[in-house]
């Protein structure tokens, strides 16, 4: 049987050996959500960068550039971490540079896998029916918070987990773990997100909007893929057999 | 109010600042198990050290020698990781040299803090209660499996943080995340445990007995705490006010 696992912070995921298998990197709050609602939006590519520096380079180079640090636009940037900003008309075809707290950490730090794809709740059952038809061994990387583990991407982690069960073994503790989290959630999961530390930071800066959107189940069909060092819509010839 | 925080790997013990904290260093099966069951049984001293040859050093220098490697006791050495072998009338007034695969990393990472001391479930009562006496901040410490969390540490985790419950706020989202994890196993914590991974392990290594002993509440009431750099029984004198 296939296996799957859960990284439940990129500060671990050198423990992991990711070659052959496919990679789902989850920051809920809010990097892959952007992600996902940018890419349904028409968003041509979005590229992961690490530093403020080589995103506005990026900026300098054209594309549209994207910078949050500790849950805030930064000054000079044209988008922050917001799902509402991926939303406009004018990104249609465009090109995103991106960095973020967590999340684009995560994605850089995956690369060695076979495939890494983008998922989020709003993306949950294209995500789970793409996992299902694949032969690949899976692992989900939780982005966390600055290296620490977090509620919402340790719940994502779960559900996932959920809804392959009993089509795959958990590789370590770590899937049962997050499982065992979603199956107590699963009933009251805004309830149990709102206690949590990234959900009082969000709160705190006033973007609540976000916080419940972040947490809406199939939004959208599409899954961002990474192709070389950009993010774009996955297509037929992307899917792995 | 107090704060209590969890560690679910020492390979993320960097992130957190445990400066004027009490750090519960746990490895449930079965290095801190074991340190339990020796101090219990009037073992003088345990010093925890990270490699095989500095165990050696000091079994030349007269310490009792304790080494262990994936689960099984290294040859040349005098005790392994099982429990029963700290029971050992022989072994009264001895002072050990420890070294394992999980638990003496976790504890030679946590010296930073006021104070660290020794966790299992053998002893849980006695670590409660001076919890809830002193005034510091608390870090649950668990030394997972070769940097990866494990269910048997995350779930003390949780039983720790479920017994403070109402008298502590979490730090984090991982205490929150094993409190829940312990209220879903809590029934069956035998049932829940028999699947993790490193249970499956030891099963492997037909050490049931020791998994089954390591699960016991309350067997002793002593607490190993480290001074300098070694695990004591913990007097009246060691306690923080």
Redesign the interface.
Known sequence: MRKIDVC??P??IE?YNLSGKVVVVVDILRATSCMTTGIAHGVNSIKPVATLAECQELQFKGYTAAAERNGKKVDGFDLGNSPFDYMDEELRGKDIAVTTTNGTLAITKSMDAEQVIIGSFLNFSAIINYLKRIKHDVVVHCAG???????ED?LYAGAVVDALNGQMD?A???P??VH??Y???KGNMLDFMQ????AKRLTKLSIQRDFEYCLKFDEFKNIPVLKGDHLMKMGISDMLI
């Open positions: 439940l912070s500060d671990l423990l918070w600055k290296g620490k583990v977090n509620m340790s958990y370590c503790d770590a049962k773990i065992s989290l199956l107590q959630a206690n949590s530390s990234h």
